[in-house]
C-alpha cells in the first residue's frame, strides 16, 4: 500500500515547486497526503492561491495553515508574530498535535539548509524534524494524542547540476549568493516525473500562485525559461532520506 505522507512547506508556493511532482504523482498511484503551509494566514491572497495549488496537485484536502508571518511581510499574517520568532516549543506541540492526528509514514521537508538558505526554510526543517521525533514519545505532550512512529523523513533539496541551471538561467542578473548544491552521492532519492501529464499538472499548480508569478523576479524567470530547460528542472526532485526506524518507509 502507498504510504501516508505529510508536507511540510514554509510558504505557498513551495509546495509546487519543489515537490509538486512527487504530491501529484503520488496522489495519481492512489495515494493520500496532507499539506501543512507555515505562513500566510488564512483570508490572505496566497493562502487562497495555495488552496487552489493543493486541489490541482489532487491533494484531497484543504492545507492546513499554520498561520505565522512570512519573514519578510508582516501583512501575510496580520497581528501573528513572524514564524521564525514565535516559541519554538509551542511550534512543536502544534505540528505534533497534526501529527498525531494524521499518522503520516513519511513527512517531507526542506534539507537542513532550506534548499537555498532561506530563513523560513530551514525553520521549517528544523520544526518538522523536530515534531516527527516527538511525535513518537509518549511523554511528551501526553493530551496531543497517541503517540505517532513516523518512519522516515525526506528532505528535498537542490542538486549541484540544479544549482548550476539556476544560477545561469534563473538567478543570473540577481544579487543573491551562490550556494554549492548536494553532491549527486548525497541524494538518496530522484523522483523523475516521466509522464507529461504530471509535469503539466506541477505547472498548472506552479502558475496558481498568480502573486508571486507578479511579484518575484526568480518565478518569472523560471517559469519563461526555454521549455526544455525548465523541463529538465521540473521534471526531477531530489531528496535525502533520514529513517526514524530499521528500514524506514520507501516514499515510492
Ligand atoms: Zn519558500
Known amino acids: 500500500m502507498a504510504p501516508r505522507l505529510l508536507f511540510v512547506h514554509a510558504h505557498p508556493d513551495d509546495e509546487s515547486l519543489w515537490t509538486g511532482g512527487t504530491i501529484a504523482r503520488h496522489i495519481a498511484a492512489g495515494g493520500d497526503?496532507?499539506?501543512?503551509?507555515?505562513?500566510?494566514?488564512p483570508g490572505t491572497s496566497r493562502h487562497a492561491e495555495v488552496v487552489d495549488a493543493a486541489r490541482i496537485?489532487?491533494?484531497?484536502?484543504?492545507?492546513?495553515?499554520l498561520g505565522y508571518a512570512d519573514d519578510r511581510i508582516p501583512e501575510s499574517a496580520p497581528g501573528a508574530p513572524r514564524f521564525c520568532e514565535a516559541r519554538f516549543d509551542s511550534q512543536v506541540r502544534v505540528m505534533v498535535e497534526h501529527i498525531r492526528r494524521l499518522r503520516p509514514d513519511a513527512v517531507?521537508?526542506?534539507?537542513?539548509?532550506?534548499?537555498?538558505?532561506?530563513?523560513?526554510h530551514i525553520h521549517t526543517h528544523r520544526l518538522a524534524d523536530a515534531a516527527a521525533r516527538a511525535a513518537a514519545v509518549p511523554n511528551i505532550y501526553r493530551r496531543l494524542g497517541d503517540p505517532w512512529q513516523v518512519k522516515s523523513i525526506y528532505e528535498?533539496?537542490?542538486t549541484a547540476w540544479m544549482i548550476d541551471i539556476l544560477w545561469e538561467h534563473v538567478f543570473d542578473d540577481m544579487p543573491v549568493e551562490r550556494l554549492q548544491g548536494t553532491p549527486d552521492h548525497e541524494v538518496?532519492?530522484?523522483?523523475?516525473?516521466?509522464?507529461?501529464?504530471?509535469?503539466?499538472?506541477k505547472e498548472?499548480?506552479?502558475?496558481?500562485?498568480?502573486?508571486?508569478?507578479?511579484?518575484?523576479?526568480?518565478?518569472?524567470?523560471?517559469?519563461?525559461?526555454p521549455p526544455e530547460i525548465r523541463r529538465t528542472l521540473l521534471a526531477t526532485?531530489?531528496?535525502?532520506?533520514?529513517?526514524?526506524?530499521?528500514?524506514?518507509?520507501?516514499?515510492?
Open 33 to 41: 497526503a496532507d499539506l501543512i503551509v507555515c505562513t500566510w494566514a
Open 57 to 65: 496537485l489532487g491533494l484531497p484536502r484543504e492545507p492546513i495553515a
Open 108 to 120: 517531507v521537508t526542506y534539507d537542513p539548509i532550506g534548499v537555498y538558505g532561506h530563513q523560513d
Open 156 to 158: 528535498v533539496t537542490a
Open 188 to 201: 538518496d532519492l530522484r523522483v523523475d516525473i516521466e509522464s507529461a501529464a504530471i509535469v503539466d499538472r
Open 204 to 225: 498548472s499548480a506552479i502558475s496558481a500562485h498568480h502573486t508571486e508569478m507578479d511579484r518575484s523576479l526568480a518565478m518569472k524567470a523560471l517559469m519563461t525559461l
Open 237 to 252: 526532485e531530489c531528496y535525502r532520506r533520514r529513517d526514524l526506524t530499521p528500514g524506514g518507509i520507501d516514499l515510492l
